[in-house]
Nanobody, 122 residues
Framework: VQLQASGGGLVQVGGTLRLSCAAS????????MEWYRQAPGEQRELVAS??????????NYADSVKGRFTITRDDDKKMAYLQMNALESDDTAVYYC??????????????WGQGTQVTVSS
Protein backbone atom coordinates (compact mmCIF):
# COMPACT_ATOMS: atom_id res chain seq x y z
CA VAL A 1 0.00 0.00 0.00
CA GLN A 2 1.34 3.42 -0.95
CA LEU A 3 0.21 7.02 -1.02
CA GLN A 4 1.36 9.40 -3.71
CA ALA A 5 0.81 13.13 -3.45
CA SER A 6 1.11 15.49 -6.39
CA GLY A 7 0.01 18.85 -7.71
CA GLY A 8 2.20 21.29 -5.85
CA GLY A 9 3.87 24.22 -7.52
CA LEU A 10 4.50 27.93 -7.58
CA VAL A 11 1.50 30.24 -7.62
CA GLN A 12 0.88 33.91 -6.95
CA VAL A 13 -1.09 35.24 -4.04
CA GLY A 14 -4.78 34.85 -4.78
CA GLY A 15 -4.18 31.92 -7.11
CA THR A 16 -5.41 28.35 -7.00
CA LEU A 17 -3.90 24.88 -6.91
CA ARG A 18 -5.34 21.41 -6.64
CA LEU A 19 -3.39 18.71 -4.86
CA SER A 20 -4.05 15.03 -5.46
CA CYS A 21 -3.36 12.01 -3.30
CA ALA A 22 -3.57 8.52 -4.73
CA ALA A 23 -3.69 5.31 -2.73
CA SER A 24 -2.41 2.21 -4.45
CA UNK A 25 -2.60 -1.42 -3.55
CA UNK A 26 -4.96 -4.31 -3.94
CA UNK A 27 -8.28 -4.46 -2.10
CA UNK A 28 -7.72 -1.05 -0.49
CA UNK A 29 -10.62 0.67 1.25
CA UNK A 30 -10.19 4.31 2.18
CA UNK A 31 -11.44 5.19 5.65
CA UNK A 32 -9.88 8.60 6.20
CA MET A 33 -7.99 11.03 4.00
CA GLU A 34 -6.13 13.97 5.48
CA TRP A 35 -3.90 16.78 4.29
CA TYR A 36 -1.14 18.19 6.47
CA ARG A 37 1.38 20.91 5.79
CA GLN A 38 4.71 21.89 7.22
CA ALA A 39 6.28 25.27 6.71
CA PRO A 40 10.01 25.81 7.29
CA GLY A 41 10.76 25.87 11.00
CA GLU A 42 7.20 24.98 11.89
CA GLN A 43 5.49 21.85 13.12
CA ARG A 44 3.38 19.81 10.78
CA GLU A 45 -0.25 20.84 11.05
CA LEU A 46 -3.52 19.26 9.99
CA VAL A 47 -5.16 21.26 7.22
CA ALA A 48 -8.18 19.19 6.22
CA SER A 49 -9.64 15.76 6.84
CA UNK A 50 -12.38 13.64 5.33
CA UNK A 51 -13.78 10.72 7.29
CA UNK A 52 -15.84 7.95 5.78
CA UNK A 53 -18.87 7.22 7.91
CA UNK A 54 -21.95 5.09 7.41
CA UNK A 55 -24.10 8.18 7.94
CA UNK A 56 -22.15 10.20 5.41
CA UNK A 57 -18.65 11.54 5.07
CA UNK A 58 -17.55 14.30 7.41
CA UNK A 59 -14.96 16.95 6.71
CA ASN A 60 -12.96 19.22 8.98
CA TYR A 61 -10.68 22.15 8.27
CA ALA A 62 -8.11 24.21 10.08
CA ASP A 63 -9.45 27.66 10.85
CA SER A 64 -6.77 29.22 8.69
CA VAL A 65 -8.08 27.56 5.52
CA LYS A 66 -11.83 27.45 6.10
CA GLY A 67 -13.70 28.90 3.18
CA ARG A 68 -10.65 28.69 0.92
CA PHE A 69 -9.69 24.99 0.85
CA THR A 70 -11.93 22.05 0.02
CA ILE A 71 -11.12 18.38 0.54
CA THR A 72 -12.89 15.84 -1.61
CA ARG A 73 -12.56 12.12 -2.13
CA ASP A 74 -13.22 9.65 -4.91
CA ASP A 75 -13.27 6.33 -3.11
CA ASP A 76 -13.74 4.35 -6.31
CA LYS A 77 -10.47 5.76 -7.62
CA LYS A 78 -8.90 5.77 -4.14
CA MET A 79 -8.09 9.42 -4.57
CA ALA A 80 -8.33 12.54 -2.44
CA TYR A 81 -8.01 16.12 -3.57
CA LEU A 82 -7.33 19.42 -1.88
CA GLN A 83 -8.67 22.37 -3.85
CA MET A 84 -6.88 25.48 -2.64
CA ASN A 85 -8.31 28.87 -3.59
CA ALA A 86 -7.37 32.41 -2.65
CA LEU A 87 -3.90 31.27 -1.72
CA GLU A 88 -1.90 33.38 0.70
CA SER A 89 1.83 33.58 1.31
CA ASP A 90 1.29 31.84 4.66
CA ASP A 91 0.05 28.79 2.75
CA THR A 92 3.59 28.17 1.53
CA ALA A 93 4.62 24.77 2.87
CA VAL A 94 5.25 21.17 2.01
CA TYR A 95 1.88 19.44 1.87
CA TYR A 96 1.48 15.80 2.86
CA CYS A 97 -1.43 13.45 2.54
CA UNK A 98 -2.14 10.87 5.21
CA UNK A 99 -4.71 8.14 5.00
CA UNK A 100 -6.23 5.38 7.03
CA UNK A 101 -6.52 2.48 4.65
CA UNK A 102 -7.97 -0.97 5.14
CA UNK A 103 -6.83 -4.11 3.38
CA UNK A 104 -7.78 -7.66 4.29
CA UNK A 105 -4.15 -8.52 4.94
CA UNK A 106 -3.12 -5.49 7.03
CA UNK A 107 -6.37 -4.31 8.57
CA UNK A 108 -6.67 -0.55 9.08
CA UNK A 109 -3.36 1.29 9.04
CA UNK A 110 -2.23 4.89 8.74
CA UNK A 111 0.03 5.80 5.85
CA TRP A 112 1.87 8.95 4.83
CA GLY A 113 2.48 10.10 1.33
CA GLN A 114 5.56 12.01 0.30
CA GLY A 115 5.32 15.77 0.40
CA THR A 116 4.56 18.15 -2.42
CA GLN A 117 5.85 21.72 -2.26
CA VAL A 118 3.43 24.62 -2.52
CA THR A 119 4.98 28.06 -2.84
CA VAL A 120 2.82 31.17 -2.90
CA SER A 121 4.62 34.27 -4.08
CA SER A 122 3.55 37.84 -3.53
Amino acid sequence: VQLQASGGGLVQVGGTLRLSCAASGSSVIVNVMEWYRQAPGEQRELVASSWRRASGDTTNYADSVKGRFTITRDDDKKMAYLQMNALESDDTAVYYCRANLYTPSTGSQWYWGQGTQVTVSS
